[in-house]
């Protein structure tokens, strides 16, 4: 029997882009002191994707974003609003949301850039919602897209191994189909912000030939530390988005984590007493894209027909800032 559900906002297309170059463990191990058995014992990743030279975010988001649109049946033209999560974005300004209007043929329409580090997506995500819930805006094109090869430090063998680029877009409208955001959660806690952060380039500290030789443009981080206060902080934001659901953690049908470490991964199935096979992963092939991880993600698990019709989905961020996300969605 057909199911009745009202129009509320909802996910109604997916689109994902990632470089063709592969950069694989085995290439990692001419370039740092590694092994592909370290990185994989310890990560999880075997392989990701390199932008070329020329290939910014921007161009990036613009594919998925076509694809989502293409998956949608809408035109560029329908969009009304463009949300860009990003943390490298193509410059300091114009943002890269802008460069994506201009480059997809949007109308004159809002476009801004949202920074949350690898949470921004689900950031843009639960902005998106609440402005087509309120019909501030009817059509939203959220991106998550990042060049994080570009603030990666190719002689620190203790974070070069773990990044790779590539975009991921979804549109929100008001639909009775697609994926239906039930509840979220979001937050931070700037006090630990020293634990993952690229400390040069901004204006606290502008680039200077001193602070590029000493590396301080590219992403330095307390990896440990960074670690179990990821494993933490998805565990609770994930607990109080499904508290607000009102739903026990063993009626989740899929969780689409973000994409850092497979042992964060196997940790919070583990501390969510969920089984590993409803967890999807796709750090084996790209590694952490940060904000383009889940929507890539999404994208990949909806084409694979690997999510159904109203099974509850919950997607889990954690980044930089520190940030946390995540929201619960039912398709
Ligand atoms: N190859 C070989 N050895 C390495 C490598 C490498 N690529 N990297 C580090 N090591 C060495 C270290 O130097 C250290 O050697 P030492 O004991 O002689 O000092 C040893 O391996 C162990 O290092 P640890 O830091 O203890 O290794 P750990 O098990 O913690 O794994 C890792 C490191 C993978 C970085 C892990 O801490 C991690 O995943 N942390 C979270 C990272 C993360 O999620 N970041 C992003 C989240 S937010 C965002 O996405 C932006």
């Given amino acids: 029997m057909q199911r009745l559900r009202e129009p509320k906002p909802a996910i109604v297309g997916t689109g994902a882009y990632v470089p063709a170059k592969i950069l694989r463990n085995s290439d990692l191990e001419r370039m740092v002191e590694t092994s592909d058995h370290w990185i994989v014992e310890r990560t999880g990743i075997r392989e990701r994707r390199i932008a070329g030279e020329k290939e910014c975010p921007s161009d990036m988001g613009a594919a998925a974003a076509m694809m989502a649109l293409e998956r949608a049946d809408l035109q560029?033209?329908?969009l009304d609003l463009i949300i860009v999560a990003t943390t490298t974005s193509d410059t300091l300004f114009p943002s890269t949301a802008c460069q994506i209007q201009q480059k997809i043929g949007a109308r004159k329409i809002p476009a801004f850039d949202l920074q949350a580090a690898c949470s921004g997506f689900l950031y843009g995500l639960v902005m998106a919602h609440h402005l087509v819930a309120q019909e501030t805006y009817r059509t939203i094109l959220v991106i998550g897209a990042e060049k994080l090869s570009s603030i990666v430090n190719w002689t620190d063998r203790n974070t070069c191994v773990l990044f790779g680029d590539g975009a991921g877009a979804v549109i929100v409208r008001k639909s009775t189909e697609g994926g239906q955001m039930i509840s979220h959660d979001l937050g931070s806690d700037g006090s630990q912000g020293q634990v993952l952060t690229v400390p040069a380039g901004g204006s606290r500290m502008p680039l200077t030939a001193e602070n590029i030789g000493e590396g301080l443009q590219y992403i330095q981080m307390v990896g440990k530390k960074v670690f179990r206060l990821a494993v933490d902080a998805m565990e609770s934001t994930a607990r109080t988005c499904l508290k607000k659901a009102g739903l026990p953690t063993e009626e989740v049908s899929y969780v689409i984590p973000h994409q850092a470490n497979l042992r964060i991964i196997e940790l919070l199935a583990e501390r969510l007493n969920l089984p590993l096979?409803?967890?999807?992963t796709h750090l084996e092939r790209y590694g952490n894209t940060s904000a383009a991880c889940i929507p890539i993600a999404l994208h990949e698990a909806l084409t694979?027909?690997?999510?159904?019709?109203?099974?509850?989905?919950?997607?889990?961020?954690?980044?930089?800032?520190?940030?946390?996300?995540s929201s619960l969605l039912e398709w």
């Fill in 277 to 280: 096979e409803r967890f999807f």
């Fill in 76 to 78: 560029p033209y329908d």
């Fill in 304 to 325: 694979a027909g690997e999510i159904r019709p109203e099974e509850k989905v919950l997607l889990i961020a954690f980044g930089g800032g520190l940030t946390w996300a």
